[in-house]
């Protein structure tokens, strides 16, 4: 059972360089989500996706950008790698309704020099 | 907006202790509450949830109990293992306002034998 797959699992990048981060799901979900982690700060929500050719802003999307062209895929895009970036990256799926639950990815470290 | 609040860690105890983890939210909705677990250098797991008032939610001898009056879902275990270490996140979800999952800032659990 493949779920949420994320790649790749570990990258560094350079101050201004470019990047995409790929997240796909098996499950199809609906919605999907982008999450960064910062040590002892919890989960902060990037972008999320409620279907196919919808996306909208979460609590941090400054630096960010995403697509969602498909039901399966929900690239993420960093663009002018700031160190500020420096982050684990978490993309997740659920579906609709009240007792729904997230389906997580295994992650992406990256650091930015 | 929702939030959710957890108490700090790090949580030390001794195998086979009795563990409680605190967790109260806000929510303007009827949310559905969730404990994911997280173990080094993976994902989150979902541990257990529950959707209404008064459910019980249990999974691995961890249980909680969604208490509408006092808005908490505390995690509690009533004998630890080695095995538990890991970082745990309280969570709710608010269909009313997109599916979003909105997340504590975590609970490092250590268990020494």
């Known amino acids: 059972n493949a779920g949420v797959t994320q790649t790749p699992k570990f990258r560094i990048l350079k101050i201004g360089q470019s990047m995409t981060l790929q997240c796909a799901q098996d499950?199809?979900?609906?919605?999907m989500y982008w999450y960064r982690q910062d040590p002892g700060m919890g989960l902060k929500l990037i972008y999320y996706s409620v279907g196919a050719g919808i996306t909208d802003k979460g609590e941090v999307p400054n630096g960010y950008n995403v697509s969602r062209s498909t039901t399966e895929d929900f690239p993420l895009r960093l663009e002018l790698a700031a160190p500020s970036q420096t982050s684990v990256y978490f993309c997740?799926?659920?579906?609709?309704?009240?007792?729904?639950?997230?389906?997580f990815g295994q992650g992406t470290r990256l650091t930015v020099v | 907006g929702n939030s959710v609040t957890q108490m700090e860690g790090p949580v030390t105890l001794s195998e086979e202790a009795f563990l409680t983890i605190n967790c109260t939210y806000t929510a303007t909705g009827y949310p559905s509450l969730f404990w994911y677990v997280q173990y080094p250098g993976e994902g989150l797991q979902l541990l257990l949830k529950a959707t209404k008032a008064d459910d019980k939610g249990s999974n691995k001898g961890f249980e909680a109990t969604y208490r509408k009056e006092t808005t908490s879902f505390h995690l509690e275990k009533g004998s630890v293992q080695v095995s538990d270490s890991a970082v745990y996140f309280c969570a709710l979800s608010d269909p009313s306002y997109g599916q979003n999952f909105v997340f504590g800032p975590g609970t490092r659990l250590s268990v020494l034998p």
């Open positions: 997740a799926s659920s579906s609709s309704g009240p007792d729904t639950e997230a389906f």
């Open positions: 499950m199809n979900h609906n919605y």
